[in-house]
Structures are given as C-alpha cells and as structure tokens.
C-alpha cells in the first residue's frame, strides 16, 4: 500500500502489475492499512488473491494510475525491467495519513481508534490536536538524535528500524 496516489510508468522491459480493491477487507484489512502508514508500506501477498485483481501487463511507455491505499502486486516477466513512479499528495491524502499516525500513537497506549472516516467529529477533533503538537515540535525533528527519539516514542520501539545502520 502507498501512502500517496501513484502514475506508475514503465520504461523498459515487461511488467505485470495487479491492483486490489481497496474495499475488500479480505485482501486488507483495516489495522494492516493502518501500519502500512506507520510502520512499513508491504503487505504479505498470497497467490489466493489473484483472481480479485485488474493485472496490466505492461511494456515501454504504458503505466496506470494507483489510487491511494488500493493493494498492489508487482512482478517482471523473466528480464530487467525500469519503471517510475510519479507520486502525489493531495490535502485530503495528508489529513488521512496524519490521522493514521495520530490512531497508531493512541493505539500503541492502549486506546483502541476506529478507522478515519468513521467518526467524523473526533476525527476532526484528533486532528486538530495532533497538527498542533507536529507544528510546535517540528524545530526539534532537525537532529537526527532528536527525531529517533521522537519516532521511538510515538511509533514504539522499532519505528526506527531503517535507521539501524545510519
């Protein structure tokens, strides 16, 4: 899952690509679509979700569009292959990824969170809140140091496991 909307545009070789409806909570459910905002974007893939997908096959110069959060698969067909992904960000992807975040840190202290969009009034409420405390700590987010610790206490423990060698 991608945390933003995607043209993906394949330049060289061939490529299947798969995309999942982002309804179907059999494919993703709803604390898989969560973490992959907060911890890491793959989700385990199995062969049974095939026939559920639209696959492209794709050659130099086709792409498709990936809407946000929709479930992907992506795999080369026998020889390398060189693509790109022009990704966005629109207003609306953002208050949702940001409260995403905000849902995570309140989970990982014990307060279970509904999905966003499900209760519209303390969504705005949480969010509110959380832009409040990102904006007031964002100076602090320039050390390195300062931002480990900052991803350790609001994501837990191995929120910083990309960072293990830096």
């Known amino acids: 899952l991608d945390s933003e909307d995607n043209f993906f545009v394949h330049i060289h070789g061939e490529k299947f690509f798969t995309i999942f409806d982002n309804n179907d909570r059999s494919i993703v459910s709803d604390d898989e679509i969560e973490r992959s905002m907060t911890k890491h974007r793959n989700l385990k893939y199995d062969d049974?979700?095939?026939?559920?997908?639209?696959?492209?096959?794709?050659?130099?110069?086709?792409?498709?569009?990936?809407?946000?959060?929709?479930?992907h698969w992506v795999r080369t067909a026998g020889s390398f292959s060189i693509s790109m992904a022009i990704t966005w960000k629109t207003r609306e992807v953002r208050r949702v990824n940001d409260l995403h975040f905000f849902n995570s840190m309140l989970r990982g202290i014990g307060l279970p969170q509904l999905p966003p969009g499900r209760q519209p009034v303390r969504d705005a409420l949480k969010l509110a809140f959380y832009r409040t405390v990102t904006t007031a700590i964002k100076p602090l987010r320039a050390s390195l140091a300062m931002r480990r610790v900052l991803r350790r206490i609001a994501l837990g423990k191995r929120a910083n496991y990309y960072l293990k060698g830096a």
């Open 48 to 71: 049974s979700f095939a026939p559920r997908g639209t696959e492209f096959h794709l050659f130099a110069g086709d792409g498709c569009y990936v809407p946000y959060q929709w479930p």
